[in-house]
């Protein structure tokens, strides 16, 4: 408080980090003066959800975070459509591009990435896209309305999930990645190649280790992409998603210590000046920039704690990447490369039916899988994973659900009430379990309390699961 009144908080970026302290700041604190200011005109919205909005399976309306009408309600001065251009550390304003100089008593920076664009002629054409906001995703969508042939460059999450879309879609796809196998950054070279096999089955062509050198055009129109050994791909539309960089011209200018993100300590503080804070992928802590919503919500949730005179700190976030396409079961976390002498590495592989399992284990510990093609263990997995348990000693059963007597099966009946269920918002399933006991009989019921399912959806089957198996022992009473 100065002098009594309010603390006023501006946080710089709506997406999804700065979305979620908004809300943690007001479940928490009524009186803060919280200024958001947002890029995107749109209202906050579910980013890991736009490649349902590629598929068809959602509209724009249906991926918002908050409603309109929220901020009014909540005394929130929310401005949409609205660029922070520059800060004044020394005067604690910030300037944005409608000509306000707003003042501030704690800064966030929440600025999120923006894809990479490698500069290369023709990219600049019309019928060449990014993947990163609704605004892409709907011009993604206008062209393939009438595009009949299609390359992702990117053979990433991002890229992947983009190519099934259009290829269900009815477009040819070809997806060119530079490194010489898929989603490279998450799997090893055998999951990489099973995993090409997969998504060829669905329609999508795959070139690994080929370079985009340009982009053809004719009358600023996009024909096609040519790659390093001289091959062109005809092409009326090509999907930019070959990598983000944070955001961080702000904090650059402003005099903080940049790295690959704005660099913060535990308290998710600059290490420069007290009174500006980061969260998100514009962030980084101990070294690590996050790709994923986990470790944004996580930060937005401490940072709230912090901002509101709590002693909470951040001590990083252990990763869990999905795949969310159609016809593909993909989950990978942690060291999935091929280990050095001391590790464990447990394997199974079957790539005429699609399928690679791997578990890394060191010093008894899980520190990497994969499952590819059938994931029904990757609850248990995550779950040894992030709280660092000791394994069984039968391996099998962390491969197969069900197979060992000795592993606790990946089912609602026999997971702990420890077990994190919803990655994205870190809940467990007995906090499920405690929704179900004050009457929430519903998905929707549980997610309204405890906000699981509302992330990536990922463990939608799950929580339905645990409800199911909770009326049963009801019935069975
Ligand atoms: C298609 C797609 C699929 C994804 N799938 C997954 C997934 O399955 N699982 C997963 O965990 N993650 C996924 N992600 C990543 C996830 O969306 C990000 O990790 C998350 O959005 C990061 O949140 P953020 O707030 O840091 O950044 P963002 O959500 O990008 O938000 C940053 C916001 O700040 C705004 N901004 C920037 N500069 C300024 C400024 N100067 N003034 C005002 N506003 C500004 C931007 O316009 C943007 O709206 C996916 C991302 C995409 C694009």
């Not at 479940?27 to 958001?36: K, L, P, S």
């Not at 966030?108 to 019928?127: E, H, I, K, Y």
């Not at 998450?186 to 090409?196: C, I, K, M, R």
């Not at 210590?257 to 535990?266: A, C, I, K, L």
Request: with cysteine; charged share 20%.
């Amino acid at each position: 408080m100065r002098g009594g009144a309010p603390v006023r908080i501006v946080i710089v970026g709506n997406g999804m980090a700065g979305s979620r302290l908004v809300s943690e700041l007001r479940a928490r604190d009524r009186n803060q003066r919280i200024t958001v200011f947002g890029a995107e005109a749109w209202q906050p919205y579910n980013r890991v959800l736009l490649s349902s909005m590629l598929t068809g399976a959602a509209r724009a309306g249906d991926i918002r975070l908050i409603d309109p009408g929220w901020y009014t309600a909540n005394d929130v001065d929310a401005r949409l459509g609205a660029e922070v251009t520059g800060i004044d550390r020394e005067r604690k304003v910030v300037f944005s591009a409608d000509g306000d100089v707003t003042p501030y008593d704690r800064l966030v920076l929440a600025t999120g990435s923006a894809p990479v664009v490698p500069p290369l002629p023709g990219l600049d054409a019309d019928g060449v896209v990014a993947f990163r906001t609704i605004d892409d995703c709907q011009a993604i969508l206008r062209h393939a309305e009438t595009a009949r042939s299609a390359v992702v460059v990117g053979g990433g999450l991002l890229g992947l999930e983009a190519a099934r879309g259009l290829a269900g879609r009815g477009l040819r796809v070809t997806v060119v990645h530079v490194a010489g196998h898929l989603m490279d950054r998450q799997l090893d070279a055998e999951a990489g190649d099973v995993l090409q096999r997969t998504i060829a089955g669905l329609g999508v062509g795959t070139l690994v280790g080929a370079r985009l050198t340009a982009a053809h055009t004719e009358h600023g129109r996009v024909t096609g992409v040519e790659l390093d050994d001289g091959t062109v791909l005809p092409a009326d539309l090509v999907v930019l998603a070959c990598g983000v960089r944070p955001v961080t011209g702000l904090a650059r200018a402003a005099g903080l210590t940049v790295d690959r993100g704005v660099v913060v300590d535990d308290r998710l503080r600059s290490v420069d000046d007290p009174f500006v804070h980061a969260i998100g992928e514009c962030a980084q802590h101990q070294g690590n920039v996050y790709g994923l919503v986990a470790p944004a919500w996580e930060q937005a949730a401490i940072l709230a704690d912090v901002l509101t005179g709590g002693d909470a700190r951040y001590t990083g976030s252990r990763l869990v990447t999905r795949l969310k396409a159609a016809g593909i079961e993909l989950a990978a976390m942690g060291e999935t490369g091929l280990g050095d002498d001391e590790a464990e590495v447990v394997r199974f592989t079957d790539p005429t039916r699609g399928t690679y399992k791997k578990v890394v284990i060191r010093g008894d510990r899980l520190v990497g899988a994969i499952l590819l093609g059938e994931t029904g263990t990757a609850g248990l997995l995550t779950q040894l994973y992030d709280r660092v348990a000791p394994l069984p000693a039968d391996r099998l059963g962390l491969l197969f659900p069900g197979l060992s007597a000795a592993t606790p099966a990946d089912t609602p009946v026999r997971i702990p009430d420890a077990a994190t269920v919803c990655d994205c918002n870190n809940v467990t399933k007995g906090r499920i379990r405690a929704c179900w006991e004050a009457g929430a009989r519903e998905v929707s019921a549980v997610a309204a309390q405890t906000r699981a399912t509302t992330g990536c959806g990922g463990c939608r089957d799950a929580v339905e699961g645990i409800l199911g198996w909770l009326d049963a022992q009801e019935t069975v009473r």
